[in-house]
């Protein structure tokens, strides 16, 4: 948890908590009880009447006793982020146990395995794919062959990030006959599962790879020429358009395009 103070602040730790106001306080409580979930109530400490009087005086100074006395009560809490972590795999594993056994559309028929997403349940970046291939349906994992390679050195190599840090999925999880392009009713059979998954995991952005993955997400009719290497701001994420790796595979003089679109999701984090 990073704390943002002034400049005056800064200069002293003992000096920074002696300036902290009882609004930075309420805010404060408001930020931990959001994350842990939990009520703070400040009482007052009725033996430490005088001392009170005495300290009224700076309304800072009182905040400032407050504020390490919840940061006391703070520290024998578990970790916040963990616990939002480990609620945020839970519900992920919620869907993909009902990615695994789901119906909804023909493709069920065909499959191996059903390919649930799969990857950090609280990443700032999740990759949006067509649909599982050979190598997906036998293992039951997104982007495990050829163009799983090329998407995983680009995420390495151009963000400087590891597989682990980034959620990866696609927009129907299981295998189209032939590795054919899914048809819209598949499409719409199964969206509401990715929908669910950016819900839980709620990153910053969302790429998606290829024509069919970027007309699902933006709901748009536009042509992948169209809409590579473009930021699309929606209320809940950003969606960035590229090509899907597979299609780099097959045409490697598109390779620095990619890796171009790549920087510019780069740029996007560090802006
Ligand atoms: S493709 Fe999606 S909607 Fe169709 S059966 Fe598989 S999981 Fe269900």
New binding site residues.
Partial sequence: MIITMGEEEKTSGDKAKSQLSFDDVLSFIEFIEECYGEQFIITEDKNNDKNEKKESSSTKNKGAGIFEKIMEEVSKLPDPYHIIREEKQRMLKDIAER?KV????E??KG?TN?VPGDGNPSAQIVFVGEAPGYEEDKRGKPFVGKSGKLLIKMIQDVLGMRREDVFITNI???RPPENRTPEKE?IS??LN?LFEELSVIRPRIVVALGAPAAKAILGKDEKISEMRGKFYTRPEFTVFVTFHPAFVVRNPSYTETLENDFKKIKEFFES
């Fill in positions: 990615i789901c119906k909804k559309c493709l069920w499959r059903a129907v999880r299981c598949e059979a199964c599962y």
